[in-house]
Structure formats: structure tokens, C-alpha cells
């Protein structure tokens, strides 16, 4: 028993922990780069003020997670994030596909919590630095009230992802808040002061039926005049949580300083709302639902921005413009929103597209001016304008973990941030980040040690695409649909395709290219021809004389015209999509993006998949085949659909699918890496949406590994995993490597972007 006769004085409990890399703030952002640099070898703390992980994804405030891919809904065609963010929404959407948010809390907390190298602080918040000099952050002070301890943080490099940058402020790094002139950095999308400076917080709720009647007394604090929303007659019984992300607030005001005040008033508005919708007898449809969860903190749009060595800005985004030092990339589009947020007659929000993603380079994640500060998250080295676009949370992790990887680099071989800079180092650390699941837009991946690349490949078969079969339904060509196809440099293809025609008709149809052979924006028509089509169903032939300078994408586009159907084919193949030049309002995609004069975005026409289980393919048969799915994809340094499909594609009528390395010598074996694919065209968003399936259709779940005298040396089941990295518990010594496959399943071919194998 302890008594304390309450003589002398008490200090708190104080706890010193020194560790290779401090991470302040457990969001997105700060997970992936705690995740990276420990999973580099680096010691981490990771300081949380919340209960759990994940920031505005968490169970605390419902966002979903988003990037490059936006919702499926702009032309950026398989543009997931890879890396730890990958891996996060895979496990999530094979646990919690219907997005329930307490599901990715624990998926968060458990990637932490397994790694060794991380000391986890919850409920621990940072209120104080300890510089060692002017430029460097010598430790931070933290408290947690649950274990009342305070904790001392030495590191030699520390990570500022707390959103509104306390370590950075603290620590004596530029920074900026609110909006940049147009002049500054030659923005034409730079906000007027009138339109407002910084976006403001929301605060989400949830809904559910309870089956009978239930009455609501809204608190006395609510809104009660429903009309000062000037959107107020949007609100309807149906929408909850992010679909509501326009109850918005605090744009005019100090959103670090005044952020309790913003709460109130998103409090206030939210049971203003609800009270409208039970009350006003305008929802009879409500009367059997109840308020399931109100947030309680709010989510957090913009504060602080903390100036690197490069500002990213408008142009970078718009123009993807290439940036040698690229660690990251983003995609969303730059969405900026009225400083009156719910309060504002504007629209909630005025989103822009880029033709495709863009890089973002290193010099933005690190402070210009405290040398061993990283910046992670919403916070980075951006103008407001750019901020638009790489807020987002997917983005956010990526930059996250290029952050964690640097800093582990940089412990490791006693560097600082800036000293990543030089050409040598800097291909250490994108080759790093690409040995770990990352995309980077323009650097392909070569591993010196890949003893795959000495060794000559065979496979069971490869698939020469020659079209889809017709084995589906037939569908209304009730708006413009596009079908990629794959092809090398050289003549185009004929195609063939079958018709339904309702009555006499005419129907155009074109070949398509986009004008980077990066992007996916078919903005180049090659080739027109209008056919006059009898009605019944009828067979057309459709080719032209021309020839592909290099090897890209094609989208043989058929216009829209009500009276025709095409015939549609149950089959998948990695790396190829049928597009549709549809409208998502949720992105602003209203089928075609036309600026007004002068605000610095390009005028172009969205084409976008259906979400499955829609999005099928046209049936079309090629005349001549296009062998783009060969062996030699599995070691051209691309694990994604990028240019082309960059995958190994096994011919579906394969029974027994296999890749083979053979070498002149015996080789001894550590390690294989294997990477599947598992849809970067997906956003996979976290919560509130659910999807049809727990993984996806085109991951491979079996597979043996076997050696010459043909035993297995490993084996996957039920995998649902991108990459796989199979350790080799005995090192093996083989001529021959066989990794024997099964198709996902009848529709879809086994696929494989890269086989890797490493001496032990
Ligand atoms: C309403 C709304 C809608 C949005 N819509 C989307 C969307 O649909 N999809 C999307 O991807 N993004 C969306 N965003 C943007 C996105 O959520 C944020 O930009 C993003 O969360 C920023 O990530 P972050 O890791 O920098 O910050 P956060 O997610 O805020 O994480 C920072 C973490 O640091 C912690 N922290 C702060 N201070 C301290 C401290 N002193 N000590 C310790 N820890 C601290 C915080 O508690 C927090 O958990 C939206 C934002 C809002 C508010």
C-alpha cells in the first residue's frame, strides 16, 4: 500500500526515451512514416494525442481515404498509392469491405504495434521542443493524462505529422497560413480573400434505422434556423457521415487558435440538422431513424504549411511537371473550398483535374531553414493552391512513407535531410521506396543484387491479347465508351465487334490516343468513321493505316447513341479497362472539365470505368493479336499498368499456368519477392462506401514455388496481398525456380507484375 502523508513536493512522472527518429502525430501521414523507418531499421517513437491511429481516417472522424485515384472518378487509371498505404486499404477491404471505421483502427494499431522498432504513445500529446541549436531540434516534451507521465524524446531526426505542425511552429520553422497572392508563385488559381484563405473543419454523423418510431430533443445549443444554410433544401434523410463533407466551418477564422469555437459551431449545426430532419416533417422517411454517432472531433482541413526547399505549386500539379527528386505522387484534383464553408451560396467546393498524376519531389518534406525537421502530411512544403490537391489522406501516406524512408537513410549514414539531395543518394532513396511496394512516377526499379535478371524465363504461356469474348450481356450505349487496348509501336489494329441496332442509325467510332503516353486523358482522335448501321444485330470492321510511334494505349471509342448495344465480355485482364465518358458529381467530373478563361486548368473529357461488379469489357476481337502480357514484363522495373500493362499474363485456356527461371549455374536462394495484381485502379475507400468483393479479381491466391528436383520450397494460400516476400527459412540451392500459379478465377488469367529472387 502507498501513503503519502502529502509532505515535499510531487513532480509528475518523467520518462526519457531516446530513439534514431521521432514521429509526432499518428494520422496517415505520420503511420506510414513511422511504419517506413522502422521497417528501415531506424528506432521510432510515434506520439499520438488521440486513443488511436489514423487521424481524420480514424473511427474518430470517418474520412475515407483518398488520393491520386479520386473515387475512380478522373482520368488517372491505376493510380493507387502503393506502398504501406497499400497494404493498409488490401487488409481492410479483406477484413471490412462493408467500411466499418472501428474495423481500420485496429488494422492501424496492429501494423504498429508489430513492428519492434516502434514505441506506440497514445493519448500523448507534444506541447514543448528542446532545440540543440538554433537549426536543430534537440527533443520534444509530451504528456499523456491517461498515465500521468510526461516523456522526454531524444532523436536525431524528427517528423513534424501533426496536421497543424506544433513541432515545426515550435521549433522555430517557416511556415505560412492562409492563401499565396496570384503573383507569388504566378498562380492563376489563387483564391481571393473574398472567396477565403483556408478551408475550415467538419464534423461528421451517422445514421441507423432502429425499426420503430424515435423521437428527437435537440439540445437548446443547436441550430434552429435551417435557411441561414443556404444549402439547406440538399440535406436529406439518406446522407450521413463524408457524404456530408460540406458542413464545413471555420474558413474566416484562426483554425489552430480558435478550433474549439469551429467545433461548437459544427455541434450546432449538426444537431441544427438533424432536428430539421426529424422535426420538420419534411423527412416522414426519418421517423424511424436515430442518431448513431455525432463526432467529436472535428476533421481538420488546413492550418499551417511549412516551407521546404521547393514550394510545390499550381503548375507542378496541372502540367506534371517532372521533378527529379520525386518521392511521392498525388492526383486528387486541387480542391479548394469557400471560406464560409456551409454558410457560403457557393458551391461546398471548386475542384479541378490535372490530365494525369504528378510527382512530388523531396525538397517539399523537409524544413528550409531546421535541419533535421521532416514534414509529413497536409502540412508539406506546398502553396495553398497545390495544398488542394496533395491534402489528401492517400497522398499524405505516401509522402509519409518517403519521409520515414529518408529518415532512416539519414540516421543510418549520418546525414541530414538536405544532404538526400545528391544524385547518388537520392537513387538510394527512390530505389528504396520502390523496393517497398511505392510507384514514382518515371523511376523504374533495379535491384543490383535481383538474380532473376542473369536468369532466362519461360512460361506455361503467355496471353496474346486478341480481343474479349462475347459472353455477356448486351449494353445500351447510352453514353461514350471507350476500350483500351495495349499495343507496341507499329500498325494499328483492325478490330471487329458485333452490334444490336434498335432501328436505322448512324454510329461513329474513333481511335484514340492520349497525348502522354503516360497519362490516360484520350484527348487525340486518330481516326474517325461514321457507320450507317442497319436495325438487327450486325458486324463491324473497323481499321485504319496508321502506325503507333511507340508502345502505348489505345481506346477504341464508340460514340453514344441510344438506338446501338455492344455486346459486353465477362472476362478481366490485368492492365486493360473499358471507359466511359460519364459524370461523378462526387469529384466534379460532369463528363468534361471546361475551365473558365484564365484559372490555369486544361479543357479536356473524362473517361472513367464503371465500379464493379459493372465496369465489363467490350466483346471485340483484334485481327491481328498484340503480345503485350510476355514474361519479360515480370523484370522491366514497372509493378503497376503504367504506359503499358507491365504484367506476365497466362493465357486463360492454360491449364496449369507457370513462370520458369533457369540459370547456366546453380544459384543459392534467400528470398523471392512476387508482386500480384491487385487493382491500383481501385481507390478502396476505407469507410461508409462498402464494395462487392474482399479482394480483388485479378490477385492470384495460390502458388507454389518449387526448385529443380521439384520439391516446393513454399507455397501461398487464400492470398490476397500485393507483394510477397517469401524468406526462405533454409537457404536453397536450385538451376531452376518454377512458380506454378492458379487463375483467380474462370473469367480472369493469373497475372504477375515482377518475380524478384535474392541470395541469402
Ligand atoms: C471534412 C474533411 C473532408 C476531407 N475529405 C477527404 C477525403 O475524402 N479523403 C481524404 O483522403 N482526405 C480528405 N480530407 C483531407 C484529409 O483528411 C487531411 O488533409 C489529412 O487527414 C491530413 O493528414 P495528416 O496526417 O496530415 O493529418 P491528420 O489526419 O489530422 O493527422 C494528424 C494527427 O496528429 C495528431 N496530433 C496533432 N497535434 C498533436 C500533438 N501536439 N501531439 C501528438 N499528436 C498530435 C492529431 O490528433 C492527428 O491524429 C478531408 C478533410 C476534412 C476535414
Excluded at 520534444?140 to 500521468?148: G, K, L, P, T
Aim: glycine share 8%; net charge negative; proline share 5%.
Amino acid at each position: 500500500m502507498l501513503v503519502d502523508k502529502g509532505q515535499g513536493s510531487r513532480e509528475l512522472k518523467l520518462e526519457s526515451i531516446s530513439v534514431d527518429v521521432v514521429v509526432v502525430g499518428g494520422g496517415l501521414s505520420g503511420v506510414s512514416a513511422a511504419l517506413a523507418a522502422a521497417r528501415s531499421g531506424a528506432s521510432v517513437v510515434l506520439v499520438q494525442d488521440r486513443p488511436v491511429l489514423g487521424g481524420n481516417a480514424s473511427s474518430e472522424v470517418r474520412l475515407w481515404v483518398l488520393g491520386a485515384t479520386s473515387h475512380m472518378g478522373n482520368n488517372n487509371r491505376w493510380a493507387r498509392e502503393g506502398g504501406i498505404l497499400d497494404e493498409i486499404l488490401i487488409e481492410n477491404l479483406y477484413r471490412n469491405r462493408e467500411g466499418n471505421p472501428l474495423i481500420l483502427d485496429t488494422i492501424l494499431l496492429e501494423k504498429v504495434y508489430a513492428e519492434d522498432n516502434i514505441r506506440l504513445l497514445l493519448n500523448t500529446c507534444v506541447h514543448e521542443v528542446q532545440m540543440e541549436d538554433e537549426q536543430q531540434v534537440g527533443s520534444v516534451m509530451a504528456f499523456c493524462s491517461q498515465n500521468q507521465t510526461r516523456y522526454s524524446l531524444q532523436g536525431a531526426q524528427f517528423v513534424d505529422a501533426s496536421g497543424d505542425g506544433i513541432l515545426g511552429f515550435l521549433a522555430g520553422a517557416a511556415f505560412r497560413m492562409g492563401a499565396e497572392s496570384r503573383e507569388e508563385f504566378g498562380e492563376p488559381f489563387a483564391p481571393s480573400s473574398e472567396y477565403g484563405e483556408l478551408l475550415g473543419h467538419s464534423i461528421y454523423f451517422y445514421t441507423k434505422d432502429a425499426g420503430v418510431p424515435v423521437r428527437y430533443h435537440a439540445p437548446s445549443f443547436a441550430l434552429q434556423d435551417i435557411t441561414t444554410i443556404p444549402r439547406f433544401r440538399s440535406f436529406n434523410a439518406k446522407d450521413h457521415g463524408c457524404k456530408l463533407w460540406w458542413i464545413e466551418y471555420g474558413g474566416r477564422l484562426d483554425t489552430i487558435h480558435d478550433s474549439e469555437r469551429i467545433k461548437w459551431e459544427l455541434w450546432r449545426i449538426v444537431y441544427g440538422v438533424w432536428h430539421h430532419i426529424k422535426n420538420s416533417g419534411q423527412f416522414p422517411e426519418a421517423e424511424t431513424l436515430t442518431l448513431e454517432w455525432v463526432g467529436t472531433i472535428p476533421g481538420k482541413r488546413e492550418s499551417r504549411r511549412f516551407e521546404g526547399d521547393y514550394m510545390l505549386r499550381q503548375q507542378d500539379v496541372v502540367e506534371q511537371r517532372v521533378h527529379e527528386d520525386v518521392v511521392a505522387f498525388g492526383g486528387w484534383s486541387i480542391d479548394l473550398h469557400p471560406g464560409d464553408g456551409v454558410y457560403s451560396p457557393l458551391p461546398g467546393c471548386n475542384q479541378w483535374h490535372s490530365k494525369g498524376i504528378y510527382g512530388i519531389p523531396y525538397r517539399c518534406l523537409y524544413s528550409r531553414n531546421i535541419s533535421n525537421l521532416f514534414m509529413a502530411g497536409r502540412l508539406i512544403s506546398a502553396s495553398h493552391v497545390a495544398f488542394g490537391s496533395t491534402r489528401v489522406m492517400a497522398t499524405g501516406s505516401a509522402v509519409g512513407q518517403a519521409v520515414g524512408t529518408a529518415a532512416a537513410i539519414c540516421v543510418r549514414e549520418g546525414l541530414m535531410p538536405r544532404d538526400l539531395l545528391d544524385a547518388s543518394r537520392m537513387s538510394r532513396l527512390q530505389q528504396s521506396l520502390l523496393q517497398s511496394g511505392v510507384f514514382l512516377p518515371g523511376v523504374r526499379r533495379n535491384d543490383k543484387d535481383d538474380i532473376s535478371a542473369s536468369a532466362r524465363l519461360q512460361a506455361s504461356s503467355s496471353l496474346t491479347f486478341t480481343g474479349f469474348p462475347q459472353d455477356g450481356d448486351w449494353q445500351v450505349l447510352d453514353c461514350s465508351v471507350a476500350q483500351m487496348v495495349p499495343v507496341h509501336a507499329g500498325r494499328f489494329p483492325g478490330v471487329t465487334f458485333e452490334l444490336q441496332t434498335s432501328a436505322d442509325t448512324d454510329l461513329t467510332v474513333q481511335w484514340r490516343m492520349s497525348d502522354r503516353p503516360d497519362n490516360q486523358t484520350p484527348e487525340i482522335i486518330l481516326h474517325e468513321q461514321a457507320f450507317s448501321l442497319k436495325a438487327g444485330v450486325c458486324q463491324l470492321f473497323f481499321e485504319c493505316n496508321l502506325t503507333l510511334q511507340d508502345d502505348r494505349y489505345l481506346y477504341l471509342v464508340l460514340l453514344r447513341n441510344e438506338s446501338v448495344s455492344v455486346p459486353i465480355s465477362n472476362m478481366r485482364v490485368s492492365g486493360i479497362l473499358s471507359l466511359y465518358n460519364h459524370i461523378n458529381v462526387a469529384v466534379s467530373n460532369y463528363g468534361r472539365q471546361s475551365p473558365p478563361e484564365g484559372i490555369g486548368f486544361d479543357a479536356f473529357e473524362f473517361w472513367c470505368p464503371r465500379r464493379r461488379p459493372g465496369g465489363r469489357n467490350l466483346a471485340i476481337t483484334l485481327n491481328n493479336g498484340v503480345p503485350v502480357f510476355g514474361s519479360e514484363n515480370l523484370r522491366n522495373g514497372v509493378d503497376r499498368p503504367h504506359v503499358m500493362p507491365n504484367a506476365w499474363v497466362a493465357d486463360p485456356e492454360d491449364p496449369s499456368p507457370f513462370i520458369r527461371l533457369e540459370w547456366d549455374e546453380p544459384q543459392l536462394i534467400g528470398s523471392i519477392e512476387l508482386c500480384f495484381d491487385n487493382d491500383f485502379d481501385h481507390p478502396l475507400e476505407s469507410v461508409l462506401m462498402g464494395h462487392p468483393e474482399d479482394r480483388m479479381p485479378f490477385c492470384v491466391h495460390d502458388l507454389t514455388v518449387s526448385d529443380d528436383r521439384g520439391n516446393a520450397i513454399a507455397c501461398l494460400r487464400d492470398n490476397h496481398e500485393t507483394v510477397r516476400y517469401i524468406h526462405l527459412t533454409e537457404p536453397v540451392e536450385t538451376r531452376t525456380l518454377t512458380i506454378a500459379l492458379s487463375h483467380p478465377s474462370a473469367d480472369v488469367p493469373a497475372a504477375l507484375f515482377a518475380v524478384r529472387c535474392f541470395k541469402p
